[in-house]
């Protein structure tokens, strides 16, 4: 089985114009992550993940880790069709000093109150120059083609639940200290605002923005406090590129729809990826297709995992029937291309993306 020849090379509008809900030639394609043996099977040669070369960075392995090499990228964009390459830093550089004096990544979940965090030292603002200078290398590489370059990253909540505190700890603390939970979120937020107006100043297509608040059955958190806390910040991150009228797509796992009318007001123009276990794209496309692009929701279980090339294929074109219409889809899975998703099955729902994306 083989990728399969398709109308409409690489082309950053197409990509801007599904997520602001104009006339497009196909559906897009934009996986927010492809991993390595799948990399490796398409190109020949080790090359990493879409996100980093080396280590896992889904496990905020911040240290000695850089983007997927951009010619690289730009290979993968004109095999698949993807009209944008991405230069991706999901997590907030909390840092602290070592045993040797030397700075290391505060990763090791031991922020317990407002003291142990602020004796952390805050945010390594030199990552923002460090990713300005990945932007550079990847818009130099796209020169010649229509691939766009997006910027992402912004786990304001996630890399304080997952890595700083730690997350029955940090679940405990939003009831009991909500002061300590705010300066967190607001010394985050300062970060990733100063990340976002590098970011549009560098001239990026695209900002994505993803941070896991939600699960199956709805938010982490009381949607009051995402409301006031955590939705504000937000629209502080985004505002640069809304001002420059920079598509913004937004990425959370699990059930969000007490936050979906947030986003739209606040100028969050796709959600991104639609987790299939929660949520139902035909019910998302009445209520919502025709304010906000749509993307993802192709299961990585199943079919992309445990079904069939001809069951990924009959998914694939369920979800064009139902979404393609109006414009404002762009199709891929509902989290990554995993290792453990069968080549063949990867293979199937690009084709058919092709095959059943065509206006």
């Known amino acids: 089985m083989?990728?399969?020849?398709?109308?409409?090379r690489p082309d950053k509008q197409r990509l801007i114009n599904a997520m602001t809900l104009q006339e497009v030639d196909r559906v897009p394609y934009y996986e927010a992550l492809i991993e390595d043996r799948h990399v490796e099977k398409m190109l020949g040669r080790y090359a990493g993940n879409t996100m980093s070369i080396g280590g896992d960075i889904a496990k905020g392995?911040?240290?000695?880790?850089?983007?997927?090499?951009?010619?690289?990228?730009?290979?993968?964009?004109?095999?698949?069709?993807?009209?944008?390459?991405?230069?991706?830093?999901?997590?907030?550089?909390?840092?602290?000093?070592?045993?040797?004096?030397?700075?290391?990544?505060?990763?090791?979940?031991?922020v317990r109150n407002l003291n142990d965090f602020r004796k952390l030292v805050m945010p390594d603002y030199s990552n923002i120059e460090k990713n300005c200078r990945y932007i550079r290398e990847y818009r130099?590489?796209?020169?010649?083609?229509?691939?766009?370059?997006?910027?992402?990253?912004?786990?304001?909540?996630?890399?304080?639940?997952?890595?700083?505190?730690?997350?029955?700890?940090?679940?405990?603390?939003?009831?009991?200290?909500?002061g300590f939970v705010e300066e967190m979120i607001d010394v985050s937020?300062?970060?990733?605002?100063s990340f976002s107006k590098a970011a549009v100043a560098e001239g990026i297509d695209v900002f994505t923005i993803g941070d896991d608040?939600?699960?199956?059955?709805?938010?982490?958190?009381?949607?009051?406090?995402?409301?006031k806390i955590w939705l504000p910040k937000i629209a502080k991150?985004?505002?640069?590129?809304?001002?420059?009228?920079?598509?913004?797509?937004?990425?959370?796992?699990?059930?969000i729809d007490d936050i979906v009318e947030g986003l739209i007001d606040i100028g969050v123009n796709c959600l991104n990826p639609m987790d299939p276990y929660c949520v139902d794209y035909r019910e998302y496309k009445k209520k919502y297709g025709s304010r906000i692009a749509l993307s993802g929701n192709?299961?990585?279980?199943?079919?992309?995992?445990?079904?069939?090339?001809?069951?990924?294929?009959?998914?694939?074109k369920e979800h064009m029937e139902v979404l393609k219409p109006g414009?404002?889809?762009?199709?891929?899975?509902?989290?990554?291309?995993?290792?453990?998703?069968?080549?063949?099955?990867?293979?199937?729902?690009?084709?058919?993306?092709?095959?059943?994306?065509?206006?």
Request: net charge negative; glycine share 10%.
């Open 2 to 8: 083989k990728f399969e020849e398709y109308k409409g």
């Open 237 to 255: 991150i985004i505002e640069p590129a809304v001002e420059a009228g920079i598509p913004v797509q937004f990425h959370s796992d699990g059930k």
């Open 213 to 227: 608040i939600a699960f199956r059955n709805g938010l982490f958190f009381q949607p009051e406090i995402i409301k």
């Open 140 to 178: 130099e590489a796209a020169k010649g083609t229509k691939i766009g370059v997006a910027a992402g990253g912004c786990a304001m909540m996630q890399t304080l639940y997952e890595f700083v505190v730690g997350f029955s700890d940090f679940m405990l603390v939003t009831s009991e200290d909500m």
């Open 61 to 110: 392995e911040s240290e000695g880790l850089r983007p997927m090499k951009a010619k690289d990228y730009v290979d993968i964009c004109n095999i698949t069709g993807q009209d944008i390459i991405t230069v991706s830093d999901l997590w907030t550089p909390f840092k602290k000093e070592g045993r040797d004096g030397s700075l290391v990544p505060a990763f090791d979940k031991k």
């Open 327 to 359: 414009f404002g889809y762009i199709c891929c899975s509902s989290h990554s291309i995993v290792n453990y998703v069968p080549h063949e099955n990867f293979i199937a729902m690009v084709n058919s993306i092709h095959k059943y994306g065509k206006y």
């Open 298 to 316: 192709i299961d990585i279980q199943f079919p992309l995992a445990t079904g069939s090339p001809g069951d990924v294929e009959k998914d694939v």
């Open 189 to 193: 937020t300062d970060y990733w605002y």
